[in-house]
Structures are given as structure tokens and as C-alpha cells.
């Protein structure tokens, strides 16, 4: 069982700049990221779950959608088995909580909430105008 523990987020201005931080943690056979592909999802009140970013662990690349693409980055941290996403030049319709989801698949696209098994617990990030 593979749990994903979530830190960063917070309260940040227009222009502003915050870090989510996604870890893996669990069994240590589980622990890693491994071939894994992780995904950030936000929800704002009153809509549907959207997709934001995701990741191949190994070799590292990344996706991202085109709401948040040119802001937001991301990096990992393999002795922490952390994901980073890295969000710039924020906007007031960036607020919202954010999810990062993980498969131990490698998943080519990975838009879809469906195709993730673990869910972190969700962060919230609010920027104000």
C-alpha cells in the first residue's frame, strides 16, 4: 500500500509563487516512485476535479495542461521520493485544492483521474487578487 503524503500550498498573491510537495511513502517495496506516473489534480468549489500536471518518474518527464503551462514546474527528489510542483506568476483562478495521485503504471497519458490508485489528502492554495 502505497501512501502519498502532500505539504506546501498555502495562501499566495497575485504574481506570487508557492511549492506542493508530494511524498511516497509505505512498505518499502512501495516507497519509491519507481516507473511510477503521478498526477495533480485541483478542485475548485463548485466544479469539476481538473487536471494540472503530471509526471513519468523514470526517465523524469512531465506534462502539464494548458491553463498552468509556462507557470508551473516541477522536480523530484529521489532520497526523499518527492514530487515537486513548482507554480509561478499565480493567478486568483489557480485557487483551489490540490491533489497529487500516483500509479505504479507508466502511463502515458495521464490526464484522467481514473487511471491513478493512491490519492494524497489534498492541499489548498489560494491566491488573492
Known amino acids: 500500500q502505497v501512501q502519498l503524503l502532500q505539504s506546501g500550498g498555502g495562501l499566495a498573491q497575485a504574481g506570487g509563487s508557492l511549492t506542493l510537495s508530494c511524498a511516497a511513502s509505505?512498505?518499502?517495496?512501495?516507497?519509491?516512485?519507481?516507473?511510477?506516473?503521478i498526477g495533480w489534480f485541483r478542485q475548485a468549489p463548485g466544479k469539476e476535479r481538473e487536471f494540472v500536471a503530471s509526471?513519468?518518474?523514470?526517465?523524469?518527464?512531465?506534462s502539464y495542461a494548458d491553463a498552468v503551462k509556462g507557470r508551473f514546474g516541477s522536480s523530484k527528489d529521489i532520497t526523499k521520493n518527492t514530487l515537486r510542483l513548482h507554480m509561478s506568476s499565480l493567478k486568483p483562478e489557480d485557487t483551489a485544492v490540490y491533489y497529487c495521485?500516483?500509479?505504479?503504471?507508466?502511463?502515458?497519458?495521464?490526464?484522467?483521474?481514473?487511471?491513478?490508485?493512491?490519492w494524497g489528502q489534498g492541499t489548498q492554495v489560494t491566491v488573492s487578487s
Open positions: 509505505g512498505r518499502t517495496s512501495d516507497r519509491t516512485f519507481g516507473g511510477a506516473t
Open positions: 495521485a500516483a500509479t505504479k503504471k507508466r502511463v502515458e497519458d495521464g490526464t484522467s483521474p481514473r487511471v491513478y490508485e493512491y
Open positions: 509526471a513519468i518518474w523514470s526517465p523524469f518527464s512531465t
